[in-house]
């Protein structure tokens, strides 16, 4: 919405116009702010699996970051210390779309 404010002088009638901001959300000192969110999307990590996550090695390759952002702090301490070993650690992993488990080794 724009607010025109026109000259005095009707000579030059000049127009100037006050665009109001968008302001960013307060937040208060607690930290929550008050814009609505709709959607909160589930999936963290997301992937377009390669021909190399679906051959015959069987690997999903995932980047680093996403790993100790949103895969380690699920784990127990045991299970985040194998997963940075050699061997690896087992996990179970339950697959929405075929509504089905699998074993598997998270390295």
């Not at 307060?26 to 999936?43: A, S």
């Not at 127990?76 to 940075?84: K, S």
Request: glycine share 4%; aromatic share 6%.
């Amino acid at each position: 919405m724009c607010r025109c404010n026109k000259g005095s002088d009707s000579s030059t009638r000049k127009q100037s116009c006050i665009i109001p901001t968008k302001k960013k959300p307060q937040e208060t000192r607690w930290g929550y702010t008050t814009d609505l969110m709709l959607y909160d999307d589930p999936w963290k990590i997301k992937k377009v699996l390669k021909e190399s996550d679906v051959g015959n090695l069987s690997r999903l390759l995932l980047h680093k970051e996403l790993v100790e952002k949103f895969v380690l702090p699920m784990l127990g301490p045991n299970a985040q210390r194998e997963a940075e070993t050699e061997k690896g650690t087992k996990i179970i992993i339950w697959d929405v779309d075929t509504q089905s488990m699998h074993h598997l080794v998270f390295k």
